[in-house]
């Protein structure tokens, strides 16, 4: 890359084409009087902040997620395995510990958990009548 002054622009340019443009781009630091050191400190601060705010945005949707269920829910999720179904036992920060039917522990994030309707215990639309097919 190499910084590539325009008759007529107050704006510098840079071209990945010619030379070695990191030479010329601490050069052109220098000639504007700045640090290179200073920049390269700002920059790492800013990726920082740019890290963390990354990850505060991650653990909130998280919690939007994990706020859907509570303890006791059935849940269903797709593994590996297949389709697996089990009971919420536990909430961790960014996780849930879900029971299988089975007896496994899965520790799954809550973006992928869906709720599981107890079709055992609910009533047909139209109350406690049973349509008869003739």
């Known amino acids: 890359m190499e910084f590539v002054e325009s008759a007529g622009e107050d704006e510098p340019t840079f071209s990945s ?32 902040q740019i890290v963390d705010q990354i990850r505060h945005l991650g653990d909130r949707q998280a919690l939007l997620d994990m706020m859907a269920f509570n303890l006791g829910s059935k849940v269903s999720f797709d593994s590996k395995y297949g389709c697996q179904a089990g009971t919420i036992v536990k909430f961790n920060r960014k996780s849930v510990v879900v029971v299988a039917d089975a007896g496994q522990q899965w520790r799954d994030p809550p973006h992928i958990l869906s709720d599981v309707k107890d079709i055992e215990n609910a009533q047909p639309e139209g109350g406690d009548s049973k349509k008869l097919l003739r």
């Open 17 to 48: 084409n010619q030379g070695d443009g990191l030479d010329r781009f601490v050069s052109l630091l220098i000639e504007l009087r700045i640090d290179p050191a200073q920049l390269f400190t700002e920059l790492i601060e800013l990726n920082d």
